[in-house]
């Protein structure tokens, strides 16, 4: 299987409404910090929390009830499941696994909120951890990429990395379990097996083979000569490491055990907890075989218990659920209780559990029907019944309970059904439902309730309760269909939504429908890239400090070169000091834009990028100004013959006449004249000015001749000349290896873009004395990105997937208010591809998608858009057309108006938009005049092949046909010829949107192919 190559991803998380501490899913992890009463947890919401237990002391034998606990800290370490934590260094750091792969270290008592320092990181999930002693130096983890690592808890890394399959391979070698202490280290998991490691030199020392089923805990004495195990099996299992064998194995659980706790040196005493949400309590001590010890149900959970701790007379237990319970513990030295009859079994079963639901401590006694059988051959002991019971057994078995013991124990009735004290968490998302317009998506919380959220703005928008999901969905849903931008993911209980580089800008939505608080810089039929409007304002801060970073490099450069002009001027020769280098190109008196440019750049059909490169902006500050935020496509035609060699990265194409996209002629129009093709353009010059040549490019020459190149992973982009003449290739001799100046090699990051700039800017000077430098930094402006306020807590992330890893890896993460205080970190993760899109204001290139369709007259009551051919099956209309599926039906009706009406002259009539009085038909559907071709597909066509759609007049207009004919004419010529316009013939329309050709098409421009 081939290695799947890194890439960098945008991930950010809405913030959730101001809530209390505390966890928002279920809590994986547990630990006590008995002497400065303090408990920890770790959720599958990614978060540490830290509770005040309030225990007046866990050690005095008079303590009273403890207060309501209290909630300490948090802080997001994860942003994936925490599977376990565990205390180190004398209870002052927590060391925490996730499934994020990574091992971090917390220090409770710090006041910092940056993210804890990560200590290692594994290759697939982390699931346990191990800390051999309060005070050692090392921690170790075990994780579902079949590693036991050993990492240094000072940060200095890992020490020492072991195989759990041993060198064989397996699939099975998953590490679920670890235990240690300073002298072995012993795991667990899928296999069955329980290995036995020396963590000094990670060799085996020997391995247990006896359970059926998943290992899912275990725990080592302090000797560090007895193992305990808990498995899927149903079983605990006590290994002697002197012996080598299994010495007991208990079967007190009758599901899966899933959790083992015990601060016994011995393990002489020990909880365990199962599938089914019981918690058993065994005591061993004082006997002279393990299985003569006491075993009680302590207390039934609703929920499997994932993890148990106890302390004091207290016990806790983690669950699926965000909250956690507090119990009593029970007294195993206290004398058992005397059983109850069979006969009143039903209702005193009712009712001892109706007096354990709200124990008000601990009980005197334990009850009988609490109690456990270790084995299925253990007995309990006789010194511990009762004295009326033990007499009544005296005349028949003294060493065996009554006959229906068994089955009395067989029904076990806990101690404690209900807990002491509940911490209750929050409610985190679990659910979640795009909706059609890709900008609003609906949640469901582990309450109940759905929120409505806006994905561009980072808020939610309405809560409607407790309410069915779907039932919303239909509600609020809109018939629309926008391409997928954004992956949506909850697994953390958060909102977060993450943008791929190779389809975050697939997204277009027309600006009339973004519900924009100020529309004034709004055009007509603008389109904003939702991925491109929502990064540009993620990141603003680091926009503007860039900017301004840029600015103060500028000026220092300016007076660097002013300086050595001055040293040098008494040896330089004389030069007369020349005016800014900025080619004199006629401008628009209003906007400022040259005459070759659309009238309202972005107006079209095409995704929002710009050529943004070094030369237009440098050379030229008005095209830099003014053009760099217009669409491929839509850049004026002097930018697309005057590009340099870094517009081979921007997403131009070539341009000619669009029927669909171009404005009403006035005047007739000759409907005879198909539309022109690609193949009939005028070629392009093979070289124009601030166009390097062909060895240029390939040297990866810039805006001042010098070999500079960055180091691409793949090509971008391409240029903006699709048709280029045939040329004759001339074998050039490379010159020497000595000869040859070395490339200079920018990374693929923010910081290399930055340095890159800054080497033209020198180069600039070092060759335009006197020159303006203008800035090559050119961000995208408020009309083609309307400024949004996001929330200063939506976190924001930078990562990276790669084929070393399951999960993506943080490069980067803070709340965008501590972006300004971020950059040089941001420097270093951003990747080129932002960058780029950032202060370029350039998107990757990429091929829009085009929908086929076919035009035809309702009823035959107009004349067709085309002529019939003759060639075809049964005459069949071979009027086949292509466009970019975000144009809006209204520009379908704007081309059959241009196809088969002649002006009447008559201004009011003319004043009438084509969509005023033509009407477009889908399935016999009236189709609305700003739906576009992908909604008109998805929730009108709904079938294969190409759409059929049918247009006619209203009535509202008397339509004039071309010719007064309503028939096309035999004059008209055929789909396959389409002459470019004879000379003094009236030329293609053109406009705003006349930014593609027949079969083919520039970034998101509509075209027209006829086939």
């Known amino acids: 299987m081939a290695r799947k190559l890194s890439h960098q991803r945008v991930t950010y998380v809405l913030p959730p409404p101001d809530a209390p501490g505390g966890h928002r899913l279920g809590v994986n992890g547990l630990a006590i910090d008995s002497a400065n009463s303090t408990l920890y947890s770790g959720g599958r919401d990614g978060v540490i929390c830290s509770w005040d237990l309030d225990l007046p002391s866990l050690t005095s034998p008079n303590a009273q009830k403890p207060g309501p606990t209290k909630f300490r800290n948090q802080i997001q370490a994860h942003t994936h499941w925490i599977n376990d934590i565990v205390l180190v260094q004398n209870n002052s750091a927590l060391v925490s696994a996730s499934s994020d792969t990574t091992v971090r270290l917390w220090r409770p008592s710090s006041e910092s909120t940056d993210v804890p320092q990560s200590i290692g990181k594994h290759t697939d999930y982390v699931k346990c951890l191990a800390s051999p002693s309060p005070h050692s130096t090392w921690v170790a983890s075990g994780g579902l990429d079949h590693k036991v690592n050993l990492w240094d808890l000072n940060g200095k890394g890992q020490i020492l990395s072991i195989d759990n399959c041993g060198g064989t391979k397996t699939t099975k070698g998953s590490v679920y379990a670890l235990s240690a202490v300073p002298s072995i280290v012993a795991s667990g998991g899928p296999e069955k097996l329980v290995r036995v490691w020396d963590p000094k030199s990670g060799k085996a020392i020997t391995k247990f083979v006896g359970h059926t089923n998943v290992v899912r805990d275990i725990l080592i004495n302090r000797d560090g000569d007895t193992i305990m195990t808990a498995s899927s099996d149903q079983t605990v299992k006590i290994w ?212 409505l959220w806006d994905l561009l703005k980072c808020v939610p928008i309405k809560s409607f309760g407790k309410r069915h999901m779907d039932d919303v969905a239909s509600e609020v849903n809109t018939v629309e269909s926008v391409a997928h931008w954004c992956s949506i993911d909850i697994r953390t209980g958060r909102l977060s939504v993450i943008l791929e580089p190779g389809r975050c800008f697939d997204a277009e939505i027309y600006a009339d429908e973004a519900d924009l608080a100020d529309t004034s810089e709004v055009r007509e039929d603008q389109r904003l890239n939702l991925g491109k409007w929502i990064l540009r304002w993620l990141f603003a801060p ?253 976190v924001v992330f930078i990562q990276e997937e790669s084929g070393d ?56 009551s107009l004349p067709p858009v085309v002529k019939p051919d003759p060639t075809g099956i049964n005459g069949a209309n071979n009027s086949r057309l292509n466009a970019n599926r975000m144009l809006r039906a209204k520009k379908i009706l704007a081309y059959v108006s241009e196809r088969i009406e002649e002006a009447t002259g008559d201004p009011m009539q003319d004043m009438m938009k084509p969509e005023e009085y033509l009407e477009l038909y889908c399935q016999h559907t009236l189709i609305p005049s700003n739906m576009t071709l992908a909604t008109i597909r998805a929730h009108l066509w709904r079938t294969g092949g190409d759409m059929v759609l049918h247009y006619k007049s209203n009535g509202k207009k008397e339509i004039r046909l071309i010719g007064s004919q309503k028939d096309s004419g035999d004059n008209r010529p055929t789909p396959e010829a389409t002459p470019q316009p004879e000379s003094g013939s009236a030329p293609p329309p053109t406009g705003e949107d006349a930014s593609a050709s027949h079969g083919s098409t520039a970034s998101g421009s509509a075209s027209v192919h006829n086939t």
């Open 240 to 451: 002697s490491l002197t012996a080598g064998r299994c010495m007991h194995t208990l079967t007190m659980h009758n599901d899966s055990v899933w959790s083992l706790y015990s601060d016994h040196p011995q393990l002489s005493v020990f909880y365990s907890s199962d599938r089914s949400g019981l918690v058993a309590k065994t005591d061993t001590r004082n006997v002279s075989d393990i299985e003569q010890g006491i075993c009680v149900a302590a207390l039934q959970e609703h929920e499997g218990v994932v993890k148990v701790v106890a302390a004091g007379d207290h016990i806790w237990t983690a669950t699926p659920k965000s909250s956690i319970n507090r119990w009593s513990d029970i007294d195993t030295t206290a004398e058992i209780d005397a059983p109850k009859e069979r006969s009143a079994s039903s209702e005193s079963t009712e009712t001892k559990s109706d007096d354990k639901s709200a124990p008000k401590g601990r009980p005197g006694k334990i009850p009988y029907e609490s109690l456990l059988l270790l084995s299925t051959t253990s007995t309990l002991p006789s010194s511990r019944l009762p004295e009326s019971f033990a007499r009544s057994t005296a005349d028949g078995l003294p060493s065996s309970p009554r006959p229906d013991l068994d089955d009395d124990l067989g029904l076990p009735i806990p101690a404690y059904a209900l807990p002491e004290e509940t911490v209750e968490g929050q409610h985190g998302l679990i659910k979640h439902f795009l909706l059609n317009d890709r900008k609003r998506t609906l949640t469901q919380d582990s309450a109940g309730e759905v929120v």
């Open 542 to 794: 680091l926009i503007d400090e860039e900017t301004k970073r840029d600015a103060e490099y500028r000026a220092e450069a300016i007076a660097k070169a002013e300086e050595l002009a001055k040293l040098h001027s008494e040896t330089a020769p004389v030069d007369i000091p020349g005016k800014s280098l900025t080619l004199p190109i006629p401008s628009d008196p209003v906007h400022g834009q040259s005459l070759g440019s659309p009238t309202t750049p972005g107006y079209g059909i095409g995704f929002a990028t710009t050529p943004g490169s070094l030369t237009s902006s440098v050379l030229n500050p008005a095209v830099g100004s003014h053009n760099m935020g217009t669409s491929p496509g839509e850049s004026s035609d002097y930018l697309m013959s005057h590009q340099g060699a870094d517009m081979a990265r921007s997403s131009m194409s070539d341009r000619s006449s669009d029927y669909f996209s171009s404005p009403k002629t006035h005047g007739p129009v000759d409907a005879d004249k198909p539309l022109p093709t690609p193949g009939e353009q005028t070629p392009t010059p093979t070289q124009t000015f601030g166009e390097p040549d062909k060895e240029e490019r390939k040297k990866g020459g810039s805006l001042f001749g010098k070999k500079f190149r960055m180091d691409f992973p793949k090509k971008l982009g391409r240029t903006s000349s699709e048709v280029k003449p045939q040329i004759q290739e001339e074998k050039v001799e490379e010159p020497e290896p000595s000869s040859v100046k070395e490339e200079k090699v920018f990374e693929s990051s923010l910081s290399g873009l930055i340095e890159r700039t800054r080497h033209e800017y020198e180069e600039f000077l070092s060759t335009h004395q006197g020159q303006e430098l203008a800035s090559a930094l050119t961000p995208s402006h408020p009309s083609e990105t309307p400024v949004l306020d996001i929330p200063p807590r939506t």
């Open 805 to 860: 890893s399951v999960v993506a890896s943080d490069l980067y993460r803070g709340p965008i208010e501590n972006i300004s205080q971020d950059i040089d970190k941001l420097e270093k993760s951003v990747p080129l591809w932002l960058a780029d899109l950032l202060l370029k204001n350039q998107m990757p290139f990429k091929e829009p998608v085009k929908l086929a369709f076919t035009l035809k007259p309702y009823d035959d």
